[in-house]
Each structure stands twice: as C-alpha cells, then as structure tokens.
C-alpha cells in the first residue's frame, strides 16, 4: 500500500501487529488519531514509548511493578496465608476483582512442550524459593491457572513440587460459568461440574 | 483499578479511547506490549507521536500527505478527466484498490445538521474552485459518498452546487453487494437494485 504517506504506514503497520488488530482496523485507528489533537497524539506516543523502560518486575510476586516490591505485596492489610499461583500479569488483574486478598506469585506462563515451555522457563525454581522462605506463615497454595489442558499439566506438576511442604494445595473450581445455559455446555464442563457437586446450603 | 502501575494504567488508558477498544482489549493490548521487547515499544511510541507532526494535509486533494501534493495528486500517470469526491481519506484507501486511476478530493466528512455540521464545515468552497481552475480538462465529478441519509444529502447539495459547470456528474451505483444473499437484502437496497437493474451483456 505505496500511496499512504510513509509515516502513516509505519503507525499502522505498528498496530496490526497487536493481537486481534487487522490492518483494516489499523487503518481505522490511525486515521482517527490523525483527527485528533497532535498534542494527545504527541503524549499517547511518549506514554507508550516510556512503557517498558518505566516499569520492572516485582521481586517478590514477578508482576509488573513501578517499585521493587508491588503495591499488592507491599500491602500490610493483605493475608500471607495464601499464596495464588497464576499464570500471566493480567490474570491477577481478572482475580483482584473477586475480593480475594492473599499473595500471587506470577508463573510466566504454562508448561507447553509444543511451544518449548518446560519448568525451567517458567519461574518455578523461584516459586519454590518463595514458599521455602514463607513456609511458617504460608497455610494454602491455590494454582489458579487456565482450565486448558496445558494449564492442567502445569498445575499436576507443581503438585508435585511443592508436595514436601505439607500445604494445603488446591485450584479453583471447574463447572458451569455463571449466567450461562446448561444445554450450551460442552460434555467437559459437565462433566466436571458433575464430579464437583456441591451439597445446597440450607437457609 | 489501583493495582497497576500507574505507567502501565495510564497507556491502557490511552488505549480503551480508541473507537472500539474497550478497558478489556487496552489491557490485553498493553501486556502484550510488555512481553515485547523494550527497543520496539519505544519505536512503536516515536513513530506513534511523530504522526500529526510528519503529515501535512495534500493542497490539491486535502488528503494526508508527506509532501505538499500527494504521491496521488503528483503522478502523471492518472487520469485528469475524472475527479472522485470522497468523505474521508481512508475512502481514498478503499477506493484505490479498485483500480480506479483519476484522481480524488477529500471533502472532510458529509453534511449533518445533527452534529452541526453544515456545507462551510466542510471543503465545498474549495472543491469548487479547484474545479474551476481544472474545468478545461475535466469531463466527470463522481460523488462517491456513503450511501446513507447523509451521504446523499451531501451529494445532492453538491450537484446543485457543481451543475453550473455543466459537467458529468455521477455517484456509486447502489444495489446488491457482491456475495451477499438476496433474502437477506433490506427492501431499500432491493428497492434502488430493482430502480437501477441493468441490460445483461452479450457474451
């Protein structure tokens, strides 16, 4: 596409390659930003050029910080009881939203032979550092990780690893989403929601 | 939603503003951002900042541009009889790969008394002096503006406009879009498909 001017192209060619952005929709998001103010234009711009280079990973739970030690870490108000191992960044911000209000600690991803992730790409020897130094106070690990099949793997073998701690280990609960129709659900979910039944709570 | 860093939460800021980008997508967006490498981000934010700055608007067609005229308005290879009369530059990008080979005027948008915009918000006095400087060589205006309420409004105020010069004057022919299903069609689409049927050619 020769007859954009160069340093538009350059802007869109930058969006497409965002997940989940074609270059149509690039196209379009550009063409907007030309119709806005150069000043915001200018300060969007520096704010993303600034974005990696202003933050780093917390020594503690290895999610994106702008301190050593996060907020959430740094937080007296928090329980040191329960440690939540997740998988990415944004799954803490997905879990923050529920109330829960012990640690994370951020695994990097999942094991994924496929992708070439095993153990040692993940920050296991670094979770098990972590609930060596904690043990005293460290009551429940829960390995909150996709319920995907590689997510599953992941879970299995850091049950594994962190068996000689004599934690209580769990995971969150497989069943039927919230808001969603029975007669929808794949045989999986079912059957997972099935072999988790719960006794009703009497009133 | 504290939790991030502030750095982190300003740019997902930025983005959830983009037209059809929600706080869901901006957040994905910028993790992704964050497991990229620190040098693209910040070409990605330069070239981003940079954008207003390094386009002007092309003094022939109004379209955006590197140079005072366009790469459109300066090749010699097109056709100087016809003149396209478009809403918006990424018209001019949708109608440039049909091989349509004249050349283009960007009015600016399309008449809208209900977002106030009326015919001196636009580039109608413009559009009418360049087809007055460019009357000689002319043979042919085709409005190609949406095919909505507005856009036909503005087209025909626009030939209104444009009939002293006693040219062609002709817009986009409306009817049934390629691949598409004709129970599907809506009754005006039908209605102007039936109004503008046309000869089956000879083999």
Redesign the interface.
């Known amino acids: ?8 192209q ?2 869109i060619d ?1 969006f497409a390659r ?4 074609g270059p149509k ?1 690039a ?8 119709s ?1 103010h ?1 000043q915001d ?15 780093v990973l917390c020594s503690e739970c290895y999610n ?3 301190a050593p030690r ?3 870490c740094s937080s007296e108000g928090r329980s040191t009881h329960e440690l939540m191992v997740v998988a ?3 799954d ?2 997905a879990l ?1 939203r529920t109330g829960y209000d012990g640690h994370y600690f951020v695994l990097g991803g999942v094991i994924s032979p496929v992708h070439g992730i095993g153990p040692d790409e993940l920050r296991v020897r670094l979770l098990l550092e972590k609930v060596t130094r904690e043990n005293a106070q460290l009551k429940e690990i829960i390995l909150a990780l996709d319920p995907s099949l590689e997510g599953e793997a992941t879970a299995l073998y850091l049950m594994e690893q962190l068996e000689p701690f004599k934690l209580r280990i769990t995971r969150l609960a497989r069943g039927l989403p919230i808001g969603s129709d029975l007669e929808y659900a794949d045989e999986l979910t079912l059957k997972r929601a099935i072999d988790g039944r719960q006794m009703i709570e009497k009133i």
Do not use: H
């Not at 596409?1 to 538009?8: A, D, F, V, W």
């Open positions: 596409m020769s007859i954009l001017p160069k340093s538009i350059a802007v930058q965002l997940p989940g952005i929709s196209s379009r998001l550009v063409f907007y930003l030309l806005k150069p234009v200018r300060q969007f711009g520096e704010l993303l050029g600034n974005l990696t280079e202003s933050v994106w910080s702008d996060c907020t959430l990415d960044p944004l803490v911000v923050e």
